[in-house]
């Protein structure tokens, strides 16, 4: 620790709060000054040009070469006003977080020197040397070549010096290979499937909506801490680290006010989030010492989840400017709350009525019912591929490790929801309406207040409905919420268009309307009944119970991955037109490849930390306790000599036998590692890896903190949790 200690004593005048300076004196003077958003296109581009580009948007068209050309005249123009030099297409790559390639704008003039030019064919379709990104095996059987091309629906924005175009990332023979593709397919499949369903109730419906207001949590570190654990820097958690004599028990930090130095941290984000138009809004202590959430007000799915990536590279960038470091890690430190990045997620049409809430009337309550069951039936029948969905390497430590939430997909409603789907499993249509002109009744009328008032709000459900919205909790914080949102959106769709056939069919038959929509909202609730569950999700007899239920608790990562595969999931994304079995396969071997990368470089981190510097250190500690027994055995006769050295010789015993543990347990680890690496399906490995590989980093890591108690903290080469986790 020397050497940090003298560290963080020079370093003492950069802890203080840097200061930030607003740029101008109102948020609107610079909200979206770095987005190429509407105001700008329509500064910007001729008016045929801009008229065909907001068209395009709305209805979801591709636009032709000249007004992409045109567009990307306008757009070029408007970038390098602001000083940009280079462009880059900005997409999301499997493996997790975003991707670009920097070109500048300048071509041959012919002449011997250069103009700036950005063509339409630049702006809409790129082929980024890729081949170094993850595609299961896709573009190796094809083609290497991948393709990225511009989402329109998403606008370009100014990053530093470069213009950044959102984009999707395809292979030559049209395979997703990112996120962004099938993630706006399945917008669409539940933009279609919602729409149908809605136009029960107004036929004016033309689309239907789906938002997502993501709640980004994260910790924060001081950089010169950071740099002296390299399981931090490597990892992006602790692999090792008795838990701190105070952490989170006196719940100060959650209650307690923003250190100067994050404040100004957050200020300063908040600034940047602005300028390119991400409408952060919250910003609070998390439970855990160093934690913290940021929110922003919810937005269309696919834009809200482009920011979110966004301002997660965005806060990496802000630290540094602060001497910090942002930790998206689930889990960065052990025994204390991991992070999580709520997903509140909603359907809502385009003539302003917001699908999940109970309404005014009754028809909107039936409405209300109609989509409520339809979620039900959705988690219910997906239940472990939404699991699947949400699960990484890194997140299993939150999921099903004993910590918020657990790795069981249940659904939970409040007293209030669930006393009327009670009512409406056991009253038939007749009991349930009221004669006459005012048709349905259904007793909904109470549940607007009932559903506002959150007391009985459930913090142990990974997925809650929260009055007029759903919060799938059991996302991780540094994942890409288009994988949850894609098997959630692309499941519900699938049940909305199923749903659709069913009442058409009674209604063919000829019953009402109000009557077949009833009856199969009735029938969705009964069927999804398993799912739902307002009780303790922590408790080890939710457990129990959930298996009775049939629901999925499987708890290995590797293995839920097999969920994607299953015959319902394929089924449901082929009909859906998502995600093909070709793809679906190609997807999971990049999981299970992810995994053991994950795993594995952490196994090799742990085994240098264990071996190249705790060892050590303890073996100098021993040593100074030999010297100093060797000492006392000079000096003293046998009997005092025992009794002066006891303490010393137990220490000494005790380190020794640790630290032959570790060494033991690391020879094995590093050997299962090598049987593990030897086998040839993705699906082995990543399972050897979780089976044999990451059970030993939990046993060294015992020992290695039973050794930090004991050892001389002056000789303990790394900082401990108690010097991580309070930002001075
Ligand atoms: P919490 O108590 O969970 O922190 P907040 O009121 O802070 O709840 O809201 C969390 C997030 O939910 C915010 O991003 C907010 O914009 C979003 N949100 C609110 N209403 C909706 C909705 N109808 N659909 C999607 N997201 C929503
Ligand atoms: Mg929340």
Same mark, same amino acid.
């Given at each position: 620790?020397?050497?940090?200690?003298?560290?963080?004593?020079?370093?003492?005048?950069?802890?203080?709060?840097?200061?930030?300076?607003?740029?101008?004196?109102?948020?609107?003077?610079?909200?979206?000054?770095?987005?190429?958003?509407?105001?700008?296109?329509?500064?910007?581009?001729?008016?045929?040009?801009?008229?065909?580009?907001?068209?395009?948007?709305?209805?979801? &068209?591709?636009?032709?070469?000249?007004?992409?050309?045109?567009?990307?005249?306008?757009?070029?123009?408007?970038?390098?006003?602001?000083?940009?030099?280079?462009?880059?297409?900005? $997409?999301?790559?499997?493996?997790?977080?975003?991707?670009?390639? %920097?070109?500048?704008?300048?071509?041959?003039?012919?002449?011997?020197?250069?103009?700036?030019?950005?063509?339409?064919?630049?702006?809409?379709?790129?082929?980024?040397?890729?081949?170094?990104?993850?595609?299961?095996?896709?573009?190796?059987?094809?083609?290497?070549?991948?393709? +990225?091309?511009?989402?329109?629906?998403?606008?370009?924005?100014?990053?530093?010096?470069?213009?950044?175009?959102?984009?999707?990332?395809?292979?030559?023979?049209?395979?997703?290979?990112?996120?962004?593709?099938?993630?706006?397919?399945?917008?669409?499949?539940?933009?279609?499937?919602?729409?149908?369903?809605?136009?029960? $109730? @107004?036929?004016?419906?033309?689309?239907?909506?789906?938002?997502?207001?993501?709640?980004?949590?994260?910790?924060?570190?001081?950089?010169?801490?950071? @740099?002296?654990?390299?399981?931090?820097?490597?990892?992006?958690?602790?692999?090792? /680290?008795?838990?701190?004599?105070?952490?989170?028990?006196?719940?100060?930090?959650?209650?307690?006010?923003?250190?100067?130095?994050?404040?100004?941290?957050?200020?300063?984000?908040?600034?940047?989030? %602005?300028?390119?138009?991400?409408?952060?809004?919250?910003? %609070?202590?998390?439970?855990?010492?160093?934690?913290?959430?940021?929110?922003? *007000?919810?937005?269309?799915?696919?834009?809200?989840?482009?920011?979110?990536?966004?301002?997660?590279?965005?806060?990496?960038?802000?630290?540094?400017?602060?001497?910090?470091?942002?930790? $998206?890690?689930?889990?960065?430190?052990?025994?204390?709350?991991?992070?999580? &990045?709520?997903?509140?997620?909603?359907?809502?049409?385009?003539?302003?009525?917001?699908?999940?809430?109970? /309404?005014?009337? !009754?028809?909107?309550?039936?409405?209300?019912?109609?989509?409520?069951?339809?979620?039900?039936?959705?988690?219910?029948?997906?239940?472990?591929?939404?699991?699947?969905?949400?699960?990484?390497?890194?997140?299993?430590?939150?999921?099903?490790?004993?910590?918020?939430?657990?790795?069981?997909?249940?659904?939970?409603? /409040?007293?209030?929801?669930?006393?009327?789907?009670?009512?409406?499993?056991?009253?038939?249509?007749?009991?349930? +309406?009221?004669?006459?002109?005012?048709?349905?009744?259904?007793?909904?009328?109470?549940?607007?207040?009932?559903?506002?008032?959150?007391? @009985?709000?459930?913090?142990?459900? !990974?997925?809650?409905?929260?009055?007029?919205?759903?919060?799938?909790?059991?996302?991780?914080?540094?994942?890409?919420?288009? +994988?949850?949102? *894609?098997?959630?959106?692309?499941?519900?769709?699938?049940?909305?268009?199923?749903? =659709?056939?069913?009442?058409?069919?009674?209604?063919?038959?000829?019953?009402?309307?109000?009557?077949?929509?009833?009856?199969?909202?009735?029938? #969705?609730?009964?069927?999804?009944?398993?799912?739902?569950?307002?009780?303790?999700?922590?408790? @080890?007899?939710?457990?129990?119970?959930?298996?009775?239920?049939?629901?999925?608790?499987?708890?290995?990562?590797?293995?839920?991955?097999?969920?994607?595969?299953?015959?319902?999931?394929?089924?449901?994304?082929? &009909?859906?037109?998502?995600?093909?079995?070709?793809?679906?396969?190609?997807?999971?071997?990049?999981?299970?490849?992810?995994?053991?990368?994950?795993?594995?470089?952490?196994?090799?981190?742990?085994?240098?930390?264990?071996? #190249?510097?705790?060892? !050590? =250190?303890?073996? #100098?500690?021993?040593?100074?306790?030999?010297?100093?027994?060797?000492?006392?055995?000079?000096? $003293?006769?046998?009997?005092?000599?025992?009794?002066?050295?006891?303490?010393?010789?137990?220490?000494?015993?005790?380190?020794?036998?640790?630290?032959?543990?570790? &060494?033991?347990?690391?020879?094995?680890?590093?050997?299962?590692?090598?049987?593990?690496?030897?086998?040839?399906?993705?699906?082995?490995?990543?399972?050897?890896?979780?089976?044999?590989?990451?059970?030993?980093?939990?046993?060294?890591?015992? %020992?290695?903190?039973?050794?930090?108690?004991?050892?001389?903290?002056?000789?303990?080469?790394?900082?401990?949790?108690?010097?991580?986790?309070? *930002?001075?």
């Amino acid at each position: 620790m020397s050497e940090l200690r003298f560290r963080s004593v020079m370093e003492a005048s950069s802890r203080k709060a840097v200061k930030v300076e607003q740029p101008k004196k109102r948020v609107d003077q610079y909200y979206g000054e770095k987005v190429f958003n509407r105001q700008k296109m329509f500064q910007y581009l001729p008016r045929p040009t801009y008229e065909a580009l907001v068209e395009a948007i709305d209805n979801k &068209k591709p636009i032709s070469r000249e007004v992409a050309d045109s567009v990307a005249e306008g757009m070029k123009r408007w970038a390098i006003e602001n000083g940009t030099t280079h462009y880059t297409h900005w $997409f999301q790559p499997m493996t997790g977080g975003t991707a670009e390639k %920097h070109d500048t704008f300048i071509e041959h003039d012919g002449k011997g020197g250069v103009i700036e030019k950005f063509t339409g064919k630049l702006l809409a379709q790129q082929e980024p040397d890729a081949s170094s990104f993850p595609s299961g095996g896709i573009r190796n059987t094809f083609e290497a070549r991948g393709y +990225s091309a511009w989402d329109i629906s998403s606008p370009a924005f100014i990053v530093g010096n470069t213009l950044c175009i959102p984009t999707i990332f395809i292979s030559y023979t049209g395979e997703s290979l990112d996120y962004k593709t099938p993630f706006l397919k399945a917008l669409n499949a539940i933009d279609k499937a919602a729409t149908k369903v809605a136009k029960y $109730f @107004d036929p004016k419906v033309k689309h239907v909506i789906s938002y997502l207001g993501w709640e980004q949590e994260y910790f924060l570190v001081d950089e010169a801490l950071y @740099d002296a654990r390299p399981d931090i820097a490597l990892t992006g958690r602790t692999l090792m /680290g008795h838990e701190s004599a105070k952490n989170q028990q006196l719940e100060d930090h959650y209650f307690g006010s923003i250190p100067s130095r994050v404040e100004a941290f957050m200020l300063d984000l908040e600034i940047e989030a %602005h300028k390119l138009g991400i409408p952060v809004k919250t910003r %609070h202590n998390e439970v855990a010492p160093n934690q913290f959430e940021l929110a922003p *007000i919810y937005e269309e799915a696919n834009l809200a989840n482009d920011h979110n990536l966004l301002i997660m590279s965005v806060m990496n960038e802000v630290a540094r400017r602060h001497n910090f470091r942002v930790l $998206f890690h689930e889990k960065p430190f052990a025994g204390i709350n991991g992070s999580g &990045k709520h997903n509140n997620w909603s359907l809502g049409t385009d003539t302003g009525r917001q699908l999940f809430s109970p /309404g005014s009337t !009754p028809m909107e309550n039936l409405e209300f019912i109609v989509f409520l069951s339809n979620v039900m039936m959705a988690v219910h029948k997906h239940n472990a591929l939404l699991k699947a969905s949400i699960m990484s390497a890194t997140n299993s430590h939150r999921l099903g490790a004993n910590e918020a939430p657990p790795a069981i997909i249940s659904m939970f409603l /409040g007293t209030g929801v669930s006393g009327l789907l009670d009512s409406i499993e056991k009253n038939d249509y007749e009991s349930m +309406s009221m004669q006459g002109k005012e048709g349905m009744k259904l007793g909904v009328n109470q549940i607007p207040e009932i559903m506002l008032d959150n007391t @009985d709000r459930n913090r142990t459900s !990974p997925f809650a409905f929260t009055g007029n919205r759903f919060e799938y909790r059991a996302v991780g914080s540094s994942a890409n919420c288009a +994988s949850a949102l *894609i098997a959630l959106n692309s499941a519900v769709a699938y049940e909305l268009d199923d749903f =659709a056939e069913r009442v058409d069919r009674r209604i063919a038959a000829g019953e009402s309307k109000e009557r077949a929509l009833f009856a199969e909202a009735r029938e #969705n609730i009964s069927k999804a009944r398993p799912v739902h569950f307002d009780g303790n999700g922590y408790g @080890d007899e939710w457990l129990v119970e959930a298996k009775k239920r049939g629901l999925d608790t499987e708890a290995s990562a590797p293995l839920m991955f097999d969920a994607y595969l299953s015959d319902s999931s394929v089924n449901m994304f082929e &009909k859906m037109g998502i995600l093909s079995k070709k793809e679906l396969i190609a997807r999971n071997e990049v999981k299970w490849e992810m995994y053991t990368k994950k795993v594995q470089i952490e196994s090799r981190v742990l085994g240098d930390l264990a071996i #190249n510097h705790v060892i !050590p =250190a303890a073996i #100098n500690y021993e040593r100074v306790l030999l010297d100093n027994l060797y000492k006392i055995n000079r000096l $003293f006769d046998s009997e005092k000599a025992k009794e002066i050295g006891n303490a010393d010789l137990n220490t000494v015993e005790n380190i020794s036998r640790h630290v032959n543990e570790v &060494k033991k347990l690391v020879a094995e680890m590093i050997d299962n590692r090598r049987n593990a690496n030897a086998l040839e399906v993705q699906r082995d490995k990543a399972i050897a890896y979780h089976d044999r590989v990451a059970p030993l980093m939990e046993k060294i890591r015992y %020992h290695i903190d039973h050794l930090e108690l004991m050892v001389d903290n002056e000789i303990w080469p790394l900082p401990k949790y108690r010097e991580l986790l309070f *930002i001075r």
